[in-house]
């Protein structure tokens, strides 16, 4: 039987791909400290239990495809209130900000397309890209750097007669880049200037620790018509599972595209919106307050225990709850199977993203892995601790074969 060349162009995520071996290494008695995804430990807000539970209908029924109506206007509630004037008819209700992806990338790039994706990028994304036919032509960052990638100097020679877009996320994944206002501009002016969709994943936005004024690409108006945002409930709230995102845009005639792929899945779920919506509604200032200073809490424990290690090199995040980490080792997913396999200190290992999974340029990544910060710190030291005696171990080995 025969499978689609676009299925087979894609690869298994970077992040989850370990899980049998984490099952593996648990039948053997051992705890494994995760250090891989997103998953926050941070509890859920009441709010969307109370919102389930109250639903007063007699009959779950299906949502209307641009979304159940209080969660549209929870979201439209929302950015408003931060300056950005939008309406529900500029949003799509979808099953978190993947579906908004997977919606909006169909919509606009084919066979032979390409879309500029600033490097190391989320993993999904090239699955997405690679599914409508299209391919990713990659901005390449350095870490030495900074990770930064938003001039015209760096975009603009990538730009050709098969670009269609640019993807970006803000504060961003897996590097913890925040870009600045200035940086911002530049984008929107390239995308306007070449007539190019600027597509902007803002799910971190919440999460910045510099003080910085939260940031949409919906501000600037000159590019309406170009930007399409990416957000979801999923992390602002520790609500992974839930499932509820949108897609944003002022473009009617994308909307019009996007409506399309819409009814045909229908809708997103009914109780997942309201839940949602009652999030969007209870938080208060002082919630995102509360929530930056934690995940600035452990940042700073990751932070101190890389600065441990020898030979490790990293920059310290600005926002969201990952970094890129290059570390003394040959190949970092070996290390990985070795600390799954092989490696344990007090019955413990640990387990992160291999980095190479990041990149579209082959080669790239193979001494870095991804960090994501979202268990308490002391969880957070026991971890980094482990991945110091795990590299250790690892490289006294290589060195006694």
Known sequence: MK??????????????????YVVAAEAKGRKVHHLNIGQPDIETPEAFFDAVRSFGESVLAYAPSP??????????????????????GDILATYGGSEALQIVLPCILEEGDEILIPEPFYPNYETFVHITGAAIRPIETNPDEGYRYASRDRIEPLINEHTRAILVTNPGNP???????????????????HDLFLISDEVYR???????????????EDAAENVVVVDSVSKRFSATGSRVGVMITRNRELMAQA?????????????????????????????????????????DAVVAGLTKIPGVRFNSPEGAFYLMVTLPVDDTEKLQYFLLEEFEDHGETVMYAPGEGFYATPGKGRSEIRIAYVTNPAELTRSIELLDLGIAAYNARKENV
């Open 3 to 20: 499978f689609s060349s676009k299925i087979q162009r894609c690869g298994l995520s970077p992040i989850r791909k370990f899980h049998p």
């Open 206 to 220: 919440e999460l910045v620790y510099g003080g910085q004024k939260l940031s949409s690409m919906l501000e600037f």
């Open 67 to 88: 979304g159940v109506e209080t969660y549209l206007e929870a979201v439209r509630d929302y950015y408003t209130g931060m300056g950005f004037p939008i309406t529900c």
């Open 259 to 299: 409506a399309k792929i819409s009814q045909g899945r229908l809708c997103a779920a009914t109780l997942d919106q309201v839940g949602a919506a009652a999030l969007y509604r209870s938080m208060t200032p002082e919630y995102y307050v509360n929530l930056r200073a934690e995940y600035q809490r452990r940042r």
């Open 175 to 193: 590097t913890g880049v925040v870009l600045t206002e200035e940086e911002l501009r530049t984008l929107a002016d390239i995308a306007r200037e």
